[in-house]
């Protein structure tokens, strides 16, 4: 069944299964497009439409049905004629305007000047406190959430990395706190080689305290190839040394004495750790096999560092290397400044003052021969009196003299 209505009518289609689809076009292009209705059954056609528009072979042309069929019979008040997008327009407007009706006024009241002031006030303390929280947050941080939240703020920082490590290591999750240092060789760049040498310190640390030797030794291996060999073994050394582990330290140092043997600074570097860890035999034997090994004049700095060492540590042997070295180089005005920096240390000042006279003797160049001079005036000035003071000056009065008559013949 069909229906058509001028301009935008309702077209009604029927199926068997009842079901209806209401549909709006324009009727003249329903004239342009429809085709006929074939093999339409007499006994189906309803008794509003004219039978004798049917022809002989049972085909209804859509066009030919007339615009003035009767009206589906619905209601009687319903009618065809009224606007439906007017209806909805206007429904809906009338639906919002009892909305706006029933929503309660709000009078909005001027703020006063003192008013505004507070409001700033209260704001800006508020901000401050969620500043000083967030500040709180990065210095200590509670849970993994947080760390990871600051990390990734500042991911090129070693040291929030390795505060994360200790985290898990506190509650005793060594994998968390492996697989924290694993991530964190990954994020660093290769460009911060100082923050990414630190990681591996302290995963090297990690495995020396908590996990095995077999693991250990795979991460130095490990280590050794993607770090600076001469940092690795220094860094094992100090490690090892400081949980005193003196037969792992000292085959380590061979190691690393074996490829750094002419190197000036490995030497020094495990004759220094094995004196802050008081394995004082095993740092001598390390200095005498050194001069097999440097040069004469690395030697003498490492003989004027390691009896630095010595006297740090209250050893009287000290004075004993740098009268040996000051015999050989008399020139050498650095060890002597060194010399008696260590004795006015020790509190020995009139040792000190023997030691600067005999260096005043020599016939040192004039610059060299300057530095002794301040050098005696600061001392008398900080240990001595006045006599002490005005003698000082006089020497050095006579010394200008005596160099100003030399230059003038």
Not at 145 to 162: C, G
Not at 242 to 263: H, L, P
Not at 280 to 290: D, I, L, N, V
Not at 387 to 409: G, H, M, P
């Amino acid at each position: 069944m069909k229906v058509l209505r001028k301009k935008h009518s309702c077209i009604k289609l029927s199926n068997r299964s009842g079901c209806s689809k209401f549909i709006v076009e324009d009727v003249k292009n329903i004239k342009q497009s429809l085709k006929p209705i074939k093999n339409i059954k007499r006994k189906n056609i309803p008794s509003f439409v004219n039978k004798d528009l049917i022809g002989k072979e049972g085909n209804l042309h859509r066009w030919t049905i007339k615009y003035n069929l009767p009206h589906l019979p619905l209601f009687e008040e319903f009618d065809w004629s009224v606007n439906l997008e007017h209806c909805f327009c206007k429904n809906a407007h009338e639906e919002s305007k009892e909305e706006e009706e029933h929503l309660p006024v709000k009078h909005t009241k001027k703020l006063t000047r003192l008013e505004k002031l507070t409001a700033a006030k209260e704001t800006e303390s508020k901000l401050r406190e969620i500043e000083m929280d967030l500040l709180k947050l990065e210095h200590n941080p509670q849970s993994a959430d947080q760390f990871d939240r600051i990390i990734l703020a500042n991911p090129e920082n070693a040291a929030l990395w390795i505060k994360y490590m200790a985290f898990h290591l506190q509650a005793t999750e060594i994998d968390k706190a492996r697989a924290v240092a694993r991530r964190a060789l990954q994020t660093i760049s290769h460009h911060n080689e100082g923050e990414k040498f630190n990681i591996w310190v302290a995963l090297l640390n990690l495995e020396n305290n908590y996990g095995s030797e077999e693991n250990l030794k795979s991460l130095f291996e490990e280590a050794l190839k993607k770090n600076d060999e001469y940092l690795v073994y220094s860094t094992m050394i100090e490690m090892y040394s400081s949980g005193n582990k003196i037969y792992d330290a000292e085959v380590i140092a061979k190691i690393m004495i074996k490829k750094f043997r002419t190197e000036h600074n490995s030497w020094l570097h495990i004759i220094k750790v094995f004196m802050k860890y008081q394995m004082f035999e095993k740092a001598r034997s390390f200095y005498m096999k050194a001069a097999q090994h440097l040069t004469k004049k690395e030697y003498v700095n490492l003989t004027v560092q390691f009896a630095k060492l010595e006297s740090e540590c209250g050893f009287a042997s000290a004075h004993a290397l740098y009268e040996n070295i000051l015999i050989s180089f008399p020139d050498r005005i650095d060890i002597w400044m060194v010399y008696i920096d260590i004795l006015i240390k020790e509190n020995n000042i009139h040792q000190a003052r023997n030691i600067i006279q005999r260096a005043i003797s020599l016939k040192l160049p004039i610059k060299k021969m300057k530095s002794l001079y301040s050098k005696w005036l600061n001392l008398e000035e900080k240990f001595g009196n006045e006599d002490d003071v005005k003698r000082v000056k006089e020497a050095a009065f006579q010394y200008i003299n005596n160099v100003s008559s030399i230059l003038t013949v």
